[in-house]
């Protein structure tokens, strides 16, 4: 299987470094700094289980360079997918797979929006990684996770042979029974912590400690219920326990990708995060005010780190 590693920073590089690892055939799509590291001595994974170094089929930044992949795998921002969506329209074919890893809910959407739906796959990870200099890919913690599955929820033959891919590359992955539902589940985790740890720049064990901000996430998430089961998605009152029982466990210190970027000044997902609550909640006619407040008081500092970053 011919794949393409589009974004190759904490997800991309960890997941494309293990298929590349495991011999398939990955080109890697990076810039700058990093694309220049990756071509002279290969793109380094030093994960909590081993270290190892992969040299991609090929790393660019030109997708005319570029052959036509089975299976693409995006490791860029939630906001980048619908330029990339675009750009990668050149080398998919009919039987190319595009495969989202974002944080965030409407991935694929924004993907559908752009490529023929026979192209799109919905799936998300669990994992902790960046980029810890160019050409370095750190796992830091978190057994890496993929699941995914066809936008319908079939299990199609090419969504088994994927499934046999991560399983070849030593990925443990599943092919979801209801994928949008899973990709709630996490996005029910991650938008409730991130904004709120971006917002008070604690971790989330600092948070907890608060009655006023703990009952603040359980109203941010109650809202993103309600905002999910009006778009028939079964998030229900056991997702809601749940994932408070896994924030209550989170260590000392912990804290969300987003929140790292909000942070370090980054651009950041709260568009796709809090902002995305916000934006559906007017469409559907339900209050949105604890997610208003955490996206209206963080907008102002996301806009300036956009400004910079230009
Ligand atoms: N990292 C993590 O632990 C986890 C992240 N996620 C989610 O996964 C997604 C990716 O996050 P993450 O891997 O952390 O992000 P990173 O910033 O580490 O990686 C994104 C990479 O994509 C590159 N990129 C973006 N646009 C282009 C382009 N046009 N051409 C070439 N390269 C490009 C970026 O380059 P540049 O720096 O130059 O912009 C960067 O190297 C997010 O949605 C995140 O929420 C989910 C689970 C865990
Ligand atoms: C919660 C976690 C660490 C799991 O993958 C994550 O998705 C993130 O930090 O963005």
């Given amino acids: ?79 980048q997918i619908p330029q990339v969506a675009s750009e990668i329209k050149s080398v998919i074919g009919d039987k190319t797979m595009v495969l989202p890893l974002q944080n965030g809910a409407d991935n694929a959407e924004k993907l559908l929006e752009i490529l023929p739906k026979k192209n799109v796959l919905a799936g998300l990870c669990f994992i902790i990684s960046y980029i810890e200099k160019p050409g370095k890919i750190k796992h830091a913690a978190y057994e890496p996770r993929i699941t995914f599955g066809e936008i319908d929820n079939v299990k199609t033959e090419r969504v088994q042979e994927v499934h046999q891919v991560f399983e070849n590359a030593g990925i443990s992955n599943s092919i979801a029974e209801n994928i949008q539902l899973e990709i709630w589940k996490k996005f029910l985790f991650i938008c409730t912590v991130s904004g709120i740890g971006g917002l008070t720049r604690v971790s989330i064990d600092k948070i907890r400690e608060s009655d006023y901000l703990y009952d603040l996430m359980q109203k941010t998430a109650r809202e993103m219920i309600a905002v999910a089961n009006a778009k028939g998605i079964p998030l229900s009152e056991e997702h809601f326990q749940k ?37 559906e909640g007017e469409k559907l006619g339900i209050e949105t005010p604890a997610n208003k407040l955490i996206y209206e008081c963080l907008k102002p500092m996301e806009n300036q780190a956009r400004n910079t970053s230009k």
């Fill in 1 to 79: 299987m011919k794949i393409l590693i589009y974004g190759v920073g904490g997800v991309g590089g960890y997941f494309g470094g293990k298929l590349a690892k495991a011999g398939y055939e990955v080109t890697m799509i990076a810039r700058g700094k990093h694309l220049e590291a990756i071509r002279k001595d290969g793109l380094e994974i030093e994960s909590i289980d081993e270290t190892f170094t992969i040299h991609p089929k090929l790393a660019t930044d030109d997708l005319s360079e570029v052959e036509t992949p089975d299976l693409v795998i995006l490791g860029v921002k939630s906001w």
């Fill in 243 to 279: 994932t408070f029982e896994i924030i209550n466990a989170q260590p000392e210190g912990t804290t969300a990708s987003t929140q790292r970027d909000i942070m370090q000044g980054k651009p950041s997902e709260l568009e796709n995060f809090n902002g995305y609550i916000v934006k």
